[in-house]
């Protein structure tokens, strides 16, 4: 018989969903389970379209029933008692818990553009960049006039260490955007700064010689504040922005890994030789300088603090250090680096108080100990990697989202951040390791309370689980009233390997 015309459609789409579902069906039952289902959908468009009830909720429902045919096909080519019972021994399983946590860093790297961040940090837009080395006068100087910065790197000059070097400040400032005031870092820097470094401008020019005369109010922008605050528009170049409250000529855009003063420095300006009274707001002052072959830090170090002497200047409550960019870098990672190993050492201690002595006692073999331990300590880094990561994508896009930029405190919160967020995931990964088979390592299942809950000042209670693969039965005390009430585990003898083998 026929489908009426007005049903034709709705049919068609109907036989079409089917026969995609049918290919999940097995092969040999694949044209029965079709002509089956094509059947029922026939009669419902028949009966909808005689009755006149060819409307949309019943055709949502017509669709409903249809979309229903890809889980009917795919429980037809495998049993559902066997698929969840193999996807529970899975999810159990050692291999499972590391890759879901490995999965999940992924994922984190690369939606929270973490990757060209860190690609940024560790490359660099200077040539020969280990023969650049950072000079800081680390203090709170209130003051500097610029004569005196340009005055130390004359004395620095003539150390025998050094090819060449220029003086720069740094310090907070507010850049004034069309849209809103950020506030960011600041650096001034000689006119022949970016020239020892050998770096040019991703967008239009970097500072050079003879810029303190005729170009005196131009300002460089750092990748960043431009991708942020300017949209990364080339036509900014030649525009004008505001720096506390001074008009500056914008004249280039610095290369996103270029990272040799603190990474949050967003607006460069020019030290000013030529007025006297001109003094820095700044928190550090030094210079960068291009070194001879073989220098290193402790060396230069060393013949600048003298020479800084020899010229008659002495900062109070000051410190001289030297540094190179990559050293910067491998200081702020090492910090992470730290707090991730401080914290694993801390979850070790608390896992072996709780459960590693029971481990202890447990009749196990050394491959045995070694694999538990080696899983617990795997399964930690990652969940404090992705916990560190989670952290600093949290932080910075909260800080873009509320000053309009990196603020300067952004990487020490985020350390801060990253301590209270891992509390979470190293609690749970004690937890996690504490409920795992000592030889398998497999999550244990079924747990049945046992003893007399009510009565734990003159009797005992507590939880065991079992190994779903008979290795061994763990009881865990609901409370510990007594020395007895400890976290016990017990080896399964040969004798329960048929019992076992039965369940599976």
């Not at 170049?237 to 990272?259: A, C, M, Q, W």
Request: net charge positive; hydrophobic share 45%; aromatic share 10%.
């Amino acid at each position: 018989m026929p489908v009426p015309s007005p049903a034709q459609r709705t049919f068609t789409i109907c036989r079409a969903i089917i026969w995609l579902a049918s290919w999940l069906a097995p092969a040999a039952e694949r044209n029965r389970w079709k002509t089956a289902w094509n059947r029922q959908a026939w009669h419902w468009c028949l009966f909808l379209a005689e009755t006149g009830a060819l409307n949309r909720n019943n055709k949502l429902e017509l669709a409903k029933f249809c979309w229903s045919a890809f889980p009917a096909a795919f429980w037809l080519r495998f049993d559902r008692e066997e698929f969840f019972s193999r996807a529970g021994s899975l999810g159990r399983s050692p291999s499972f818990c590391v890759s879901a946590i490995a999965l999940a860093v992924i994922v984190i790297l690369l939606g929270g553009g973490i990757i060209p961040a860190a690609r940024s940090f560790v490359s660099s837009p200077i040539p020969d960049p280990d023969r650049v080395q950072v000079i800081s006068l680390d203090g709170k100087f209130r003051r500097v006039r610029s004569e005196t910065l340009f005055d130390l790197a004359e004395a620095w000059k003539r150390s025998k260490y050094i090819e060449d070097i220029a003086p720069y400040s740094w310090g907070p400032a507010k850049l004034q955007t069309p849209q809103r005031t950020v506030p960011v870092l600041s650096a001034r820097v000689a006119a022949d700064y970016f020239q020892i470094l050998s770096l040019q401008a991703a967008v239009g020019r970097a500072f050079r010689t003879g810029d303190e005369t005729t170009c005196g109010n131009c300002v460089l922008l750092s990748n960043e504040i431009w991708r942020l605050q300017f949209h990364s528009d080339p036509s900014v170049i030649g525009g004008e922005v505001e720096i506390d409250g001074s008009p500056r000529k914008i004249v280039g855009v610095l290369p996103r890994n270029f990272h040799l003063l603190p990474a949050e420095i967003s607006v460069w300006t020019l030290l000013d030789s030529g007025t006297p009274p001109f003094s820095n707001f700044v928190e550090r002052i030094g210079a960068v300088a291009r070194t001879k072959p073989g220098t290193t830090e402790r060396k230069l170090e060393t013949d600048l603090a003298d020479l800084t002497e020899n010229a008659g200047y002495v900062f109070p409550a000051s410190l001289l250090t030297v540094t190179s960019g990559s050293a910067e870098v491998r200081r702020y990672i090492g910090s992470y680096a730290l707090l991730v190993l401080l914290a694993v050492g801390c979850a070790m201690l608390i896992v072996y108080v709780r459960a590693g002595a029971e481990v202890g006692r447990a009749a196990l073999s050394v491959r045995d100990r070694l694999r538990w331990w080696s899983f617990f300590v795997t399964k930690t880094v990652l969940l404090l990697t992705g916990t560190g990561l989670v952290a600093w994508t949290v932080v910075h896009r909260l800080s873009i989202a509320i000053y309009g930029s990196i603020h300067p405190m952004t990487n020490a919160v985020g350390l801060w951040v990253f301590l209270i967020f891992s509390l979470a995931p190293l609690s749970w990964a004690i937890r996690d390791q504490q409920r795992r088979c000592r030889v398998c390592l497999r999550r244990l299942g079924t747990p049945i309370a046992i003893g007399a809950p009510g009565h734990v000042l003159l009797d005992w209670s507590g939880t065991e689980m079992v190994c779903s693969e008979g290795h061994g039965v763990l009881y865990l005390p609901d409370s510990q009233a007594n020395w007895l009430e400890r976290a016990r585990w017990d080896n399964l003898d040969a004798s329960w390997a048929d019992l076992f083998r039965d369940s599976g």
